[in-house]
């Protein structure tokens, strides 16, 4: 492949800006505020107050974590639920403050309400006092977790970072039935004929463990009880998607780079600051498991466009090739967020990521790694090279994801983890299909698949409009939901993504209909991807909690469509019934069509 050259001049020794300049965005959210420490405390201060309405003890409180920009001038605050100074795992608010520290509004996934003396404790004397003194060391709880590492991938397991351990307070969550469901078999329950609730609470230790053996990391965060060491709970923490790549066959493409000692460096001055190379880049980990030196060349022309040859160079032309498909989607999926959404990098402060390619040898994965904010990307083995721009808008969305609502990889909550990676590939693959400029998503150009320029024979990994093509992902809810693997719970999410953007059809023998569409009409109506999309970024940014199901996105995603285009809007009836159409919650019928307006006296008619 012959890459268009972006043209650079200026003096040898400074870096230059390409002329790939990206557009002015029209943002959706507002630029990045960091708030003080004493602002930070009033609004402790202000969550507070409010203990005793909700049936709190004053031993619960708050911890401020995460914070980001909001819309219209707001700031989303995220503030971790406290029990004598410990945080309840899964338990926090979401709070949008305007610029005078005034709450706009709060979300929140209240799984401490059973813990102290307040009137909210429905489990009683046993959790009224509850104990916060660990019986065993942190670095007991720690060796529990990496035995548990070592035990599958081997004792010559090697730690990438050192672990980290939390003390911490753990509910155990069991599902009930509502009242009104009690009579239903377990294949009619829809998602909200049932509750998640606290079936008791554990004193545990949350450990983080990133460890790799040779060329395959094994990440894992386990929860360990304080009390007698026993493993309550793990679950994998490496964000990935298997086998990724090609964006060989998107032809000749622009990238940014800079011109600094004699060499260009494919690092992009126009996207980012800060992080490790203080720009977005590329590096070369030529084979091996870390992310290696930063792609340099002697011009400005990168790659071949063609596959890598396996035991050839990292550095020539058809090595680069895997670099020119990095950035080129690196790049697409930065701008797809500033332009349309006013969304700077993955932590909405413009904090600079990179990737590295060529890692480890024939490696069919991609994946997104919280200890670095990074993305590895393989040369495949089963699979063609791994960076196909669908694909690295999917490691990408779970950094924006772990920056936002930090859903928890596991149960419900990390198949809509993985469903954002998924509906981030497919918006992005739209974007940069259309040119890769403006401020809208436009509703083709995509293939509502994921990864199938990866395939050998042109088999996607998976099908948005219709999940269970692949043999293992449900097209819709049910209780089995939790017990699948991330990358299959995705599967209604995605599908419920597909309705709201393109809609249904009425041929109950295709792949685009649901039988749980029952209203008028029974082929529901899309809104485009453009506006699915940023109700999805609403929600999932300022409304999920890092524990939100599928029945508490539905409501969310509500919320956000009425925030974002009225209470009783197409878009908030259109939310509802993609919900109903993957069994959460009822479906209802669509208003009626509005007529097409007349034309102005200034038409023209040939």
């Not at 609470?201 to 929860?223: I, K």
């Not at 097209?475 to 249904?504: C, E, I, K």
Request: glycine share 10%; with cysteine.
């Amino acid at each position: 492949m012959k890459l268009r050259t972006c043209l650079l001049a200026a003096p040898l020794g400074v870096l230059i800006a390409s002329a790939c300049a990206a557009a002015v965005p029209t943002p959706m959210m507002s630029a990045p505020q960091v708030r003080s420490a004493a602002a930070t405390a009033a609004l402790v201060a202000k969550l507070g107050q409010a203990r005793a309405a909700r049936g709190l003890d004053d031993d619960h409180g708050f911890t401020v974590g995460l914070q980001h920009p909001g819309l219209q001038g707001t700031q989303v605050v995220r503030a971790a639920h406290t029990y004598k100074g410990l945080r309840v795992f899964g338990s926090e608010s979401v709070l949008v403050v305007d610029a005078r520290g005034a709450i706009v509004s709060e979300s929140a996934s209240d799984r401490r309400l059973h813990l102290g003396r307040g009137a909210a404790n429905r489990l009683g004397a046993a959790t009224a006092d509850f104990d916060v003194k660990p019986a065993m060391p942190p670095r007991a709880a720690i060796d529990a977790a990496v035995g548990a590492t070592l035990s599958a991938a081997g004792p010559d397991a090697a730690h990438v970072k050192a672990p980290g351990v939390e003390l911490l307070i753990y509910p155990v969550m069991k599902m009930e039935r509502l009242a009104s469901a009690a009579g239903k078999l377990d294949d009619e329950l829809n998602a909200l004929d049932v509750l998640e609730v606290v079936d008791r609470y554990e004193l545990a230790y949350l450990v983080r463990t990133r460890m790799q053996r040779g060329a395959h990391p094994y990440y894992h965060d386990t929860v360990v009880s304080a009390k007698n060491g026993r493993i309550i709970e793990r679950w994998s923490a490496l964000q990935t998607v298997i086998g990724v790549g090609k964006s060989q066959y998107n032809g000749e493409v622009p990238i940014s780079t800079t011109f600094s000692e004699g060499s260009y460096r494919m690092r992009d001055p126009e996207r980012g600051t800060g992080g490790t190379y203080g720009a977005m880049a590329i590096t070369n980990a030529d084979g091996g498991s870390k992310a290696g030196k930063l792609y340099t060349h002697t011009t400005n022309t990168w790659g071949d466009g063609k596959q890598y040859i396996r035991g050839g160079s990292t550095t020539n032309a058809n090595g680069q090739t895997a670099a020119v498909n990095a950035m080129w989607g690196l790049m697409n999926t930065y701008d797809a967020l500033k332009n349309v959404l006013g969304w700077q990098s993955l932590d909405g402060h413009n904090t600079a990521t990179y990737i590295a390619v060529h890692v480890n040898t024939a490696y069919d994965n991609a994946y997104y790694s919280d200890t670095c904010r990074c993305m590895f990307i393989g040369d495949g083995a089963s699979f063609n090279s791994l960076g196909s721009i669908d694909v690295i808008g999917h490691e990408m969305g779970h950094g924006v994801t772990a920056a936002t609502s930090d859903l928890v990889y596991s149960g419900e909550s990390g198949g809509l983890n993985e469903s954002s990676s998924d509906i981030g590939g497919e918006v992005v693959e739209a974007y940069a299909r259309a040119g890769g400029t403006g401020d809208f998503i436009p509703s083709t150009g995509n293939d509502w698949m994921l990864g199938t320029e990866i395939s050998r024979d042109n088999t996607p990994l998976r099908w948005m409009y219709r999940p269970s093509k692949d043999g293992s992902s449900p097209d819709a809810w049910s209780t089995a939901l939790r017990r699948l693997d991330v990358h299959y719970s995705s599967g209604p999410n995605n599908r419920m993504f597909y309705f709201l953007s393109q809609g249904s059809k009425a041929d109950k023998a295709g792949d685009y209909h649901s039988k749980y569409l029952v209203k008028s009409p029974h082929a529901m109506t899309g809104i485009g991807t453009d506006k699915a999309f940023k109700i999805w970024f609403k929600a999932n940014t300022t409304k999920f909690t890092s524990s939100t199901n599928y029945a508490d996105a539905r409501a969310r995603m509500i919320e956000a469509a009425q925030e974002l285009y009225g209470a009783a809007s197409r878009e908030a009836v259109a939310v509802q019934r993609a919900y109903a159409a993957i069994n959460v919650g009822a479906d209802v019928d669509e208003p009626a069509a509005e007529p097409d307006p007349a034309p102005d006296a200034h038409t023209v008619h040939s």
